[in-house]
């Protein structure tokens, strides 16, 4: 549905760009006979200038997104976010979980990525995960999972059958949910007294400054700040007070929530909060740049794309990630320009991109038809591929990284 007002604080709001009509990012199709009857909505970003958050004004329904087939399999996509979010069970067990028989809740828990460091301690857990075939994929890995969107109602029916949370975790999750509100009051009513909220996802100032349009798409429709954070939460009597940012996703900021005045601020959370009030997300001139610098990743795409097409040279995506559907299809890049996108999922082999129909293909044919080019998709997993392409490197395979300044390395 589109809306003229904040989904949090209902305050009218304009998109400052629109970047065109866009399918949903995870929906690759089977088979062309599925190409006519594809949903598109417009991908409109806007900047609330009374609570600051960064949301998308169109939203498909949640029903349409996360479902039997949803295509991201957390696990599978990255051995470094496993390692990752390992250390992060091990860190959040030592500061928060010390009590006899905590319990720990996470939404969004996927295919068990994180769940699963506590779930094998014996650690009570439950995962809310709303897609059933990577929940599945969680029992199956161990992991006590309920297939549900996790909202008021949910928390309260979890917190009579099970008693109150030590821990709930949101990673790459809270910019998934429409009902930011609906959320908040639930981790109200399912959060003990002293119990901590940990949301982790990419940042709001970090996309601004390395121009990373495409972490915009249907399933990341909200762009998370601190100040943002602060100010949803809020509402339902919570607060941060401590944060960490991280290099993954091009940028992240975990924030440590609690119940206001519970848990002492801590300097990290002062010093990001100061540089965050430094940066000028609360005045339009900054959204206005960061259109400018897309307008001109887009520019720079296609032409260096079309270029080395006309001089015969083959060109490859690498990663069919859903924020590449974002690029994709507002560069309006197609399968002469893109002649396959290489991808280790095997939910997404063998389908095409949403919007632009680019063939997935496993890595195996990246293996044996190896392009003179390959767009970086996954840019955010550069290192992790990096290591892995090393082969065709040598023979003087090159990557196109596909936004800001976009650049041939
Ligand atoms: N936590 C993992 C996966 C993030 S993908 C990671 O950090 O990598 C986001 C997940 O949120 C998807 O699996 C999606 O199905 C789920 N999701 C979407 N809406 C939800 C809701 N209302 N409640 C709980 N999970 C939801
Ligand atoms: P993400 O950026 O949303 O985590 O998605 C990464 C996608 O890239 C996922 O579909 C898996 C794919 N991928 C590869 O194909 N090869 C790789 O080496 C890595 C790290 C990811
Ligand atoms: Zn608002």
Known sequence: MRHERCRICAQPIRPFMSLGRQPIGNAFLKSPADFAKEYFFELAPAHCAHCATFQIVEIPAPEQMFHDHYAYFATTASTVMTAHFARMAEEATARFLAGPDPFVVEIGSNDGITLRNFAHKGIRHLGVEPSANVAEAARANGVATLTAFFNP??????????????????????????????????????????????SEDPYLGDMIEIGAYDQIYAEHMYIWSITAMNNAFGRAGLEVFDVARNRHHGGCMRYH?????????????????????????????????????????????????????????????????????????????????????SDTTPAKQHSFAPGSHIPVVPPQRFAQDPPDFAVLFAWNHFAEIEAKEQAWRAKGGQWILPIKGVQVV
């Open 257 to 341: 929530l609690g119940r206001k005045g519970v848990h002492a601020p801590t300097d990290a959370y002062r010093e990001a909060l100061a540089h965050e009030n430094a940066l000028g997300l609360h005045r339009p001139e900054t959204f206005e740049r960061f259109r400018a610098d897309c307008e001109r990743a887009r520019a720079r795409l296609t032409e260096l794309v079309r270029d080395l097409r006309a001089k015969g040279k083959t060109v490859a995506g690498y990663g069919a990630t859903a924020k590449s559907a974002t690029i994709l299809n507002w560069c309006g890049l197609s399968p002469d320009d893109i002649a396959y996108i």
């Open 153 to 198: 109602e949910t928390a309260r029916a979890i917190r009579a059958q099970h008693g109150p949370a030590d821990l709930f975790i949101a990673t790459n999750t809270m910019h998934h949910i429409e009902d930011t509100n609906g959320v908040a009051e639930g981790v109200a009513a399912l959060l003990g007294p002293e119990g901590v909220m940990i």
